[in-house]
């Protein structure tokens, strides 16, 4: 869960570089040097631990790509959800058929506490993303981004206290250099999006002012 939570969090600066790589999005100094934190996190606990992270290299690089693939598709995101449920349909279906063929899967043959558990599982999953769909259209990109990080905060908290996964300090200096990486990036965020507010403004005012 630890190793989750680290993926949760690259996540968002995994969509930057993928913007800057495919996009060609330009990034700023200040972002520049909140991603090389992000990556040299990474780059700790890999060299600390002799292998690469792969739980949370593939859960950031997968949100990251697909949130790069629903940015340029051409599809709403109702419609693309939709389309992409379509798609995957066919293989879930195939994949819940086998293991109920081969006694080996959980719903049914798991009891009914299991069985509704997972029935409502989808509920559980399609819900908040309807709402955070509904959400991102009633508040700012800066405040949709801050929340972002809700997620792996929380899971983070839950593996340290609930489940008690061992925290070595390569974790807390793995994790500091990407919150730090993280605070930068808001932090740049915020001040440049209030300075173009600002010109924004002033740019108003001295069209529509009266000479």
Same mark, same amino acid.
């Given at each position: 869960?630890?190793?989750?939570?680290?993926?949760?969090?690259?996540?968002?600066?995994?969509?930057?570089?993928? @913007? !800057?790589?495919? =996009?060609?999005? %330009?990034?700023?100094?200040?972002?520049?040097? +909140?991603?090389? &934190?992000? #990556? /040299? @996190? !990474?780059?700790? =606990?890999?060299? %600390?631990?002799?292998?690469?992270?792969?739980? +949370?290299?593939? &859960?950031? #690089? /997968?949100?990251?790509?697909?949130?790069?693939? %629903?940015?340029?598709?051409?599809?709403?995101?109702?419609?693309?959800?939709? #389309?992409?449920?379509?798609?995957?349909?066919?293989?879930?279906?195939?994949?819940?058929?086998?293991?109920?063929?081969?006694?080996?899967?959980?719903?049914?043959?798991?009891?009914?506490?299991?069985?509704?558990?997972?029935?409502?599982?989808?509920?559980?999953?399609?819900?908040?993303?309807?709402?955070?769909?509904?959400?991102?259209?009633?508040?700012?990109?800066?405040?949709?981004?801050?929340?972002?990080?809700?997620?792996?905060?929380?899971?983070?908290?839950?593996?340290?206290?609930?489940?008690?996964?061992?925290?070595?300090?390569?974790?807390?200096?793995?994790?500091?250099?990407?919150?730090?990486?993280?605070?930068?990036?808001?932090?740049?965020?915020?001040?440049?999006?209030?300075?173009?507010?600002?010109?924004?403004?002033?740019?108003?005012?001295?069209?529509?002012?009266?000479?």
């Amino acid at each position: 869960m630890i190793e989750t939570s680290l993926g949760y969090f690259l996540t968002p600066l995994t969509s930057v570089l993928l @913007g !800057v790589v495919f =996009l060609q999005e %330009r990034l700023r100094a200040l972002q520049r040097a +909140a991603v090389m &934190l992000a #990556l /040299s @996190g !990474v780059l700790w =606990l890999t060299l %600390r631990y002799s292998h690469v992270p792969w739980l +949370a290299m593939g &859960l950031c #690089l /997968s949100f990251g790509s697909y949130g790069l693939v %629903r940015k340029v598709a051409p599809a709403g995101s109702l419609v693309g959800y939709f #389309l992409e449920t379509l798609f995957i349909s066919p293989f879930a279906t195939v994949l819940i058929l086998s293991l109920l063929v081969s006694n080996s899967g959980s719903f049914i043959q798991a009891g009914a506490r299991i069985s509704l558990l997972l029935f409502f599982a989808g509920l559980v999953t399609i819900v908040p993303r309807l709402w955070f769909a509904a959400a991102a259209r009633s508040i700012s990109m800066t405040t949709l981004g801050i929340l972002e990080y809700a997620t792996p905060t929380i899971i983070f908290f839950l593996s340290t206290f609930a489940y008690h996964e061992p925290v070595t300090p390569d974790h807390l200096i793995a994790f500091g250099l990407v919150w730090l990486g993280i605070v930068i990036y808001g932090i740049e965020s915020l001040t440049h999006e209030k300075i173009a507010n600002q010109l924004q403004a002033k740019c108003r005012t001295c069209i529509f002012s009266p000479p």
